[in-house]
């Protein structure tokens, strides 16, 4: 009878593991869309977070804006002198955009630029705090795909992973290059030097991009940024800067280490990109 | 009724692990450290001592779906995890003897070793690539004193919860 036991158990830890297998494998696969099951589990979880979340948010803003009142009045003199560079600066916008399109239109090239943004706040972040992922309180009712680029104020930060009805998870950048190489550009005065964010060294906490050719110049403080070469990503997104560069160990080519502009660990309010249909790359 | 009441704790402790994510991890001088929380987790594994295996083992699996649909990347981790754990906390409570320290103790382990088997998972598909003494000395301890802490908390509330009543009224 014992060993009948066992070998149930034994056969109830196997089925586990194989359940376990072809969850992960399931997981790990490049999946275009989210099942409603999914979406359903989703959106549940994040109406009830936000509902049990409201008083911690109310009381958690409370604090903040106690603390903010300490050094608002440098703040706003800071502030207040860069708002008086606006309207010089909106005029300057507003004519190099002008100048832009007519160049495009004599050149007849398309906008590669071109997305509209979806302003989200971030409801929660992984609660095991493995990898930074998080979820925010936009989804598929507010024109959120999956793919889909996501920044904050400084720079990239991640792609949207999964979408439900009202809310969407967002992969980090810095999990999600380990599967899909981002396509990028160093731009080195006038250069543009084209490559591929390889992976995410989390001892050092930079993005690495390999493969640069030993004849490119690359600097460290080189601004990087996206290329709109390959996905859903628009071109001309700050992604960071370059802070060091070493041959790689063969050296036949170059590694370039890059800075997130935008910092993983503070991250509240985001914007998802939405890219202009017309300058997608097939 | 104290399904019930089983379900909204737990379901409050899922939200108080999440919360705990606002403020962790922490910069000392130049080093990250990680403090992660197992509310929930510790609640599942005294449920299968103070109320009955079976109920935990329901509710790791309901709460391990949870977790994974919403903020997991790897599907079935927490899930398969959470039940795994509920019957080492059972098949460990057998062998210990049956005190508060060891109790608390095996528990404390297991919330140890939890954390070390997701970590386990992701370094094997290449998601982390946190060295182990890294990991022990930057999470795996402060979470650990975390934990024992955040214990006490815990195993008031399953005490409270494993006295609610089965029915609302009382059997005649």
Do not use: C
Not at chain 2, 71 to 80: A, C, E, P
Not at chain 2, 133 to 142: H, Q, S
Request: glycine letters at 6%; a negative charge; aromatic letters at 12%.
């Amino acid at each position: 009878m014992n060993k009948l036991l066992n070998r149930n158990k034994m056969l109830i830890i196997l089925f586990g593991i194989i359940i376990l297998i072809v969850f992960i494998g399931f997981s790990m696969t490049d999946r275009s869309s989210t099942t409603k099951a999914e979406q359903f589990t989703g959106d549940t979880v994040a109406a009830s977070q936000s509902i049990i979340g409201a008083p911690v948010q109310f009381v958690s803003n409370i604090f903040s804006n106690v603390t903010g009142m300490f050094g608002a009045a440098t703040e706003n003199e800071a502030l207040r002198a860069q708002l008086e560079m606006m309207p010089q600066m909106y005029a300057d916008i507003e004519r190099l955009e002008a100048e832009n399109e007519k160049l495009r239109d004599a050149l007849d090239v398309s906008a590669k630029r071109k997305y509209n943004t979806v302003n989200s706040r971030v409801i929660s972040r992984s609660q095991d705090q493995w990898l930074n992922n998080f979820t925010i309180d936009k989804g598929e009712n507010d024109g959120i795909e999956e793919g889909m680029a996501v920044m904050t104020p400084e720079g990239l930060i991640g792609t949207v992973k999964r979408v439900n009805g009202n809310s969407s998870f967002v992969e980090m950048i810095t999990t999600s290059v380990s599967q899909n190489n981002l396509s990028v550009e160093i731009h080195n005065g006038d250069d543009t030097i084209y490559g591929a964010i390889d992976r995410y060294d989390s001892e050092k906490g930079l993005l690495v991009i390999d493969n640069i050719q030993n004849t490119a110049t690359v600097e460290a403080g080189d601004p990087v940024f996206t290329s709109g070469l390959t996905g859903d990503f628009p071109e001309g997104l700050n992604v960071g800067e370059v802070v060091q560069v070493e041959n790689d160990e063969y050296g036949l080519s170059q590694n370039a280490f890059i800075q997130l502009f935008s910092d993983p660990s503070e991250v509240d309010v985001v914007f998802v990109l939405e890219r202009d249909p017309d300058s997608q790359v097939d | 009724m104290r399904v019930i009441v089983i379900f909204m704790m737990a379901l409050v402790l899922m939200y108080g692990d999440f919360l705990f994510a606002e403020f962790s991890p922490f910069n000392l001088g130049q080093l990250t450290v990680y403090t992660v929380p197992k509310l929930l987790l510790m609640f599942i594994l005294l449920m299968s001592v103070y109320i009955n295996p079976s109920i935990s083992s329901f509710f790791a699996i309901v709460f391990g779906v949870l977790i994974d649909i919403y903020s997991g990347l790897v599907y079935g981790v927490h899930t398969f995890g959470m039940v795994a754990f509920v019957f080492f906390m059972h098949t460990a409570f057998r062998v210990f003897y049956k005190d508060f320290v060891a109790m608390g103790f095996v528990v404390l382990v297991l919330t140890f070793l939890y954390d070390a088997y997701v970590y386990m998972i992701y370094r094997i598909l290449g998601l982390v690539t946190l060295p182990v003494f890294d990991y022990i000395a930057l999470r795996g301890l402060p979470s650990l004193i975390l934990n024992a802490l955040l214990f006490i908390i815990v195993f008031i509330i399953t005490l409270k919860t494993s006295k609610v009543r089965k029915n609302l009224l009382p059997k005649h």
